[in-house]
C-alpha cells in the first residue's frame, strides 16, 4: 500500500472533510490537518489563516521521516503517535495506514485525553475510507497522460521560435 499513488475522488474527499470538521469540533482544537506522507496537504479544519499550511504539511512529513528513522535504531517499525507539547499549543500527530498522517493542534481548552480519544475514531473511520480509496486505485488501471506524446523535440520548437 505504501507505493500506491493516492487519488483523491469527490465522494471520499467529502466524508474526509466531514471527519476531519468533526473531530475539530469533538476535540475542541484549535485546527486539524490530513497530510500525505510525502508532505502534501490533504484537507483541513478549524482557525488555519494564519498558519502556513504548505509549511506545516512539510515539516509533519519531515517530522515523521526523522521519527521512522529513531524507530529504527531502537529496533521498532516505527511510532504511529507522537505528542509535542508547547506552552500554549500542542500538536498530536498519527499515521493512518502507512500513507497519510493526522495533525491536530489544540491548546488549554482542550486536553490531550480528549483528543486522543476523538482521534482513536477519527482514525478507525479515515482507515476505512483510505482504504476504499487504494482499492479505487488498484482496480482502475491509470490512463496515459495527454502530455506522454510530447517528445523534448516538440518542445524545444516549440520555445525555438
Same mark, same amino acid.
Given at each position: 500500500m505504501a507505493d500506491t499513488t493516492l487519488i483523491m475522488?469527490? *465522494?471520499?474527499?467529502?466524508? &474526509?472533510?466531514? &471527519?476531519i470538521q468533526r473531530l475539530n469540533r469533538? *476535540?475542541? #482544537?484549535?485546527?486539524?490537518f490530513l497530510v500525505d506522507r510525502n508532505g502534501q496537504l490533504i484537507s483541513s479544519a478549524g482557525d488555519t489563516q494564519n498558519i502556513d499550511t504548505t509549511s506545516l504539511a #512539510?515539516?509533519? *512529513?519531515?517530522? &515523521? *521521516?526523522?521519527t521512522g528513522g529513531l524507530a529504527k535504531i531502537l529496533g521498532e517499525k516505527e511510532f504511529s503517535v507522537l505528542f509535542h507539547e508547547g506552552e500554549r499549543d500542542n500538536i498530536h500527530i498519527s499515521l493512518i495506514g502507512d500513507r497519510v498522517i493526522l495533525v491536530v493542534v489544540f491548546d488549554n481548552r482542550s486536553s490531550l485525553g480528549l483528543v486522543r480519544l476523538r482521534v482513536k475514531k477519527a482514525t478507525d473511520e479515515l482507515l476505512n475510507i483510505f482504504n476504499r480509496l487504494f482499492q479505487k486505485v488498484e482496480k482502475e488501471p491509470l490512463t496515459e497522460s495527454p502530455f506522454a506524446e510530447i517528445t523534448d523535440e516538440d518542445i524545444d520548437s516549440l520555445f525555438s521560435e
Open positions: 475522488y469527490e *465522494a471520499e474527499f467529502k466524508q &474526509i472533510n466531514e &471527519i469533538e *476535540a475542541n #482544537s484549535k485546527f486539524v #512539510s515539516l509533519t *512529513a519531515g517530522n &515523521i *521521516a526523522a
